[in-house]
């Protein structure tokens, strides 16, 4: 049984372009969330996505967007990149039963590199 | 707000040496608490978790922690430290389960021979 996965391991990009992230959740999850690691820090919670919908989302600009698909993978998108988006973004993935969220489970991460 | 304090953030102990990794949470009524372990270039792996019952929670890897509700406090315990114990431990707080995860700055654990 496949865990989280995410696309992909490693990605350097230049201040003002723009970046794609893709996780695909645990087999039999519908829920997905990304959280953002900087340098030293704890993950912080970006959004979260259930039934293709922005659910939740926590202290981060318009320029962080996302998209959940209707096979439950998400993507996480960055417009006009700064230096300072530059971490390490981590997907997790849940389930939600009898309407309570159980569980995340993390992914590997994708490794952000802003020049 | 919820917030999560992690006081240390490099800890060193010997191969053997038991271990204690402190937390102290800020949230208003019980929260469900969490201990994360990271190791370099990983993503997060549960190590346990506590939601209500028992204050004293058994993980995966002989790790332990206590709830202690009048000290704001989910330190996280282990009695014998082994070398792939290295890593960076990640404490977690949740005002709903499933819900977004509030974590602490991160103690990283260092293990010397």
């Known amino acids: 049984d496949a865990g989280v996965t995410q696309s992909p391991t490693h990605l350097i990009k230049t201040r003002g372009q723009q970046v794609t992230l893709r996780c695909s959740p645990k087999?039999?999850?519908?829920?997905v969330s990304w959280y953002q690691q900087a340098l030293g820090q704890g993950p912080q919670f970006i959004f979260q996505y259930y039934e293709e919908e922005e659910r939740q989302r926590g202290n981060f600009p318009d320029r962080f967007s996302g998209h959940q698909f209707p096979n439950y993978s998400s993507e996480l998108n960055v417009n006009a990149l700064l230096l300072g988006d530059s971490a390490l973004y981590l997907c997790?993935?849940?389930?939600?039963?009898?309407?309570?969220?159980?569980?995340?489970?993390f992914g590997p991460g994708t490794r952000l590199t802003v020049l | 707000a919820q917030s999560v304090t992690q006081p240390d953030i490099h800890i060193t102990v010997s191969e053997g040496a038991s271990l204690e990794l402190r937390c102290n949470y800020s949230?208003?009524?019980?929260?469900?608490l969490f201990w994360y372990v990271q190791s370099p270039g990983q993503g997060l792996q549960l190590l346990l978790k506590y939601f209500s019952g028992d204050t004293l929670v058994q993980g995966i890897k002989g790790f332990e922690a206590e709830f202690k509700r009048s000290q704001s406090s989910f330190n996280l315990r282990k009695p014998s430290v082994h070398w792939s114990d290295a890593a960076e431990y990640f404490c977690a707080v949740v005002k709903e389960y499933g819900n977004k995860l509030v974590f602490g700055a991160g103690t990283i654990l260092r293990v010397k021979s």
């Open positions: 949230y208003g009524a019980t929260p469900y």
């Open positions: 997790a993935s849940s389930s939600k039963i009898r309407d309570i969220f159980n569980e995340q489970f």
């Open positions: 087999s039999g999850h519908d829920t």
